[in-house]
Structure formats: structure tokens, C-alpha cells
């Protein structure tokens, strides 16, 4: 049996000011595997993304991605697992001293991608993404729709096994909306995982994929 891309057992979470957060929230997702978790601004959503790649720690229960506990003193274990994880939006956000080329290939340059098949990726993605024009460009000159774009990008080029996206679809026009949609069915259809957390359930069903929403700290 394969080990799940992500357990989450019995996680229990309080706020900074002693709010209950999550109780008992439990989540598998089998490798090839899929979840949409929908829920309300504030539910946790984002904080979710967090504790997955260990900038929050659970307070009780376990969280496990790839089969690798995250705790607080695990630092080594959590860079291998960041390292496997393409994220957009949320805490994944571009960073602003770097140019659009250089945040999509970060991913490939972190795991020392020859410099020639970076060129190639990089080439490709920007295409897809309709980035070309972007691409010299930096974080704080970009349109909204353009820094999502270039997440997905980012997100994209090194074809990690999981995927975290937060809020995919806000704030993006009907043409892009529909691209986005095309792109994550894709991705859902290629193998690898997706953790999609959004306020609304997407209008179209992906394949392969296990829908939750946070309801009062736990999922239902």
C-alpha cells in the first residue's frame, strides 16, 4: 500500500489568542489523489497550507506529507518536503526582488536542474501561461491576474508531485477563470496531487479528487 501524500490524524490548533482553530481534523489524500476543502474567510484555509509545509505546527494530533512527520524541530525533513510542493497563493506568494523568469525557474534551480532543460522549461511555462511579455517583469509590477499566472507557473515547471492552491479563482476574468479550470482538470488527470482550498466550490468536478468543507475546526 503507498503511502498517503497527506495524513492529517486528530489535528487540534489554537490561535495566537486561544481560539480554537481545528479539533480532531483528520485528511488523507492517496498519492494520484485529489481534495477541494471549501469553507468560509477565516475557517482556516490558509492556515491549513501552512501547517502542511511547517509554518504553523499542530498543537495535538499529526500532520504527514510524503510519510514525513512535520514538528517543529524537523527542519531538514520539512526543506525535503517544501522542495516536492508547488504552491499558489496563500503563502506561496512570488518573490518581489526576483523577476517573473527567475520565481518560475526557482523551483528547478532548488533542485539543481541542469541549466539548459531550466531554459526549456522556463520557455514552455511562459508560453502556456501567456507570460512572455511578463517575463523581465517584477512581483509589484504585475496585474493580479499576471501574479497568479505566475505562480501557476511557477507551480507548474518542475511537475512537483503536490500542489497546494489557495483561492485559485479570485479575481480573475471569465477568460483566464476558464483556463485555470482547463489547467487544474489537467493536473488532476496527470497523476500528481492537488490540496485545492477555496471559498466556493469550483463549478465543474475534478477527476480524481475527494471533496471536504471546514466546518466549526474539523472537516466534513
Do not use: C, W
Not at 100 to 119: F, W
Amino acid at each position: 500500500m503507498k503511502t498517503p501524500v497527506v495524513e492529517l490524524t486528530n489535528v487540534g490548533l489554537r490561535s495566537d489568542r486561544g481560539e480554537t482553530v481545528f479539533q480532531n481534523l483528520n485528511l488523507s489524500i492517496a498519492a494520484g489523489r485529489s481534495a477541494v476543502v471549501t469553507g468560509p474567510a477565516g475557517s482556516g484555509k490558509t492556515t491549513l497550507a501552512e501547517l502542511l509545509i511547517g509554518l504553523r505546527f499542530a498543537d495535538s494530533g499529526s500532520v504527514e506529507v510524503f510519510g514525513e512527520l512535520i514538528k517543529p524541530r524537523r527542519r531538514r525533513a520539512i526543506r525535503r518536503i517544501r522542495r516536492r510542493i508547488g504552491g499558489v497563493g496563500g503563502p506561496f506568494g512570488l518573490l518581489p526582488l526576483l523577476t517573473v523568469a527567475e520565481n518560475i525557474t526557482l523551483p528547478l534551480v532548488i533542485g539543481a536542474v541542469r541549466k539548459g532543460t531550466q531554459r526549456e522549461k522556463l520557455r514552455k511555462a511562459l508560453t502556456e501561461f501567456s507570460l512572455l511579455k511578463q517575463a523581465g517583469h517584477y512581483p509589484p509590477k504585475l496585474t493580479r491576474v499576471e501574479n497568479t499566472m505566475a505562480q501557476m507557473a511557477r507551480a507548474s515547471v518542475a511537475s512537483q508531485p503536490l500542489m497546494i492552491i489557495d483561492e485559485p479563482l479570485a479575481g480573475l476574468d471569465t477568460r483566464t477563470y476558464r483556463r485555470v479550470m482547463e489547467y487544474l482538470t489537467r493536473v488532476a488527470l496527470s497523476g500528481r496531487s492537488m490540496v485545492i482550498l477555496t471559498s466556493d466550490i469550483p463549478p465543474r468536478e475534478f477527476p480524481e479528487t475527494d471533496y471536504y468543507e471546514i466546518v466549526n475546526g474539523t472537516l466534513a
